[in-house]
T-cell receptor, first 115, second 113 residues
Framework: DTGVSQDPRHKITKRGQNVTFRCDPI?????LYWYRQTLGQGPEFLTY????????KSRLLSDRFSAERPKGSFSTLEIQRTEQGDSAMYLCASSFDRASNYGYTFGSGTRLTVV | DQQVKQNSPSLSVQEGRISILNCDYT??????FLWYKKYPAEGPTFLIS?????DKNEDGRFTVFLNKSAKHLSLHIVPSQPGDSAVYFC????????????FGGGTRLMVKP
């Protein structure tokens, strides 16, 4: 296991298009998180899953954002009708239950540019 | 409402000297505080953490200090090395609030040879 994998690494899309990002967590981890990072800011929490259950989604930025983790393994984050303000780095992370003092393991992120 | 703040966007130190990165928080319910290091085009990497019941944790060249009364923590790196040049994020975790990490805005550390 090589850690948390995210695909694609970069995505350029036209405004109004839909995009989908994939995250493959560390296989032993049952929690999976999505964060967004904009330039000059720290990562901002979006949503998380415990196995296949999405336990927190109120922080998703709008109803254009949705995430799934259908079999409790990989996850997808979809943004519909993209806007220029969606341009950011989208980070995925995974952890065991109650990550406590070890925090999470992050992937390298998907950088989205909306033109 | 920014619950975790890093007020210094950048810090420059000479190789071999001490780097001190600071972080302030407002939520007294945080259980753990963590420091992450981030290189360009990579995700954040966990560096060191401290429980809210401790006041110091040390790991090699890295030491984190927590002052609960002041709601302040700091990361000390000594001696600083050029490879330490990166963006450092302070983060806080509340185990009773979904395990989500709340991050500060980051401090860019530059260690000059």
């Amino acid at each position: 296991d090589t850690g948390v994998s995210q695909d694609p690494r970069h995505k350029i899309t036209k405004r109004g298009q839909n995009v989908t990002f994939r995250c493959d967590p560390i296989s032993e981890h049952n929690r999976l998180y999505w964060y967004r990072q904009t330039l000059g800011q720290g990562p901002e929490f979006l949503t998380y899953f415990q196995n296949e259950a999405q336990l927190e989604k109120s922080r998703l930025l709008s109803d254009r954002f949705s995430a799934e983790r259908p079999k409790g393994s990989f996850s997808t984050l979809e943004i519909q009708r993209t806007e220029q303000g969606d341009s950011a780095m989208y980070l995925c992370a995974s952890s065991f239950d109650r990550a406590s003092n070890y925090g999470y393991t992050f992937g390298s992120g998907t950088r989205l540019t909306v033109v | 409402d920014q619950q975790v703040k890093q007020n210094s966007p950048s810090l420059s130190v000479q190789e071999g000297r001490i780097s001190i990165l600071n972080c302030d928080y407002t939520n007294s319910m945080f259980d753990y505080f963590l420091w992450y290091k981030k290189y360009p085009a990579e995700g954040p990497t966990f560096l060191i953490s401290i429980s809210s019941i401790k006041d110091k944790n040390e790991d090699g060249r890295f030491t984190v200090f927590l002052n609960k009364s002041a709601k302040h923590l700091s990361l000390h790196i000594v001696p600083s090395q050029p490879g330490d040049s990166a963006v450092y994020f302070c983060a806080a975790l509340n185990n009773n609030a979904g395990n989500m990490l709340t991050f500060g805005g980051g401090t860019r550390l530059m260690v000059k040879p």
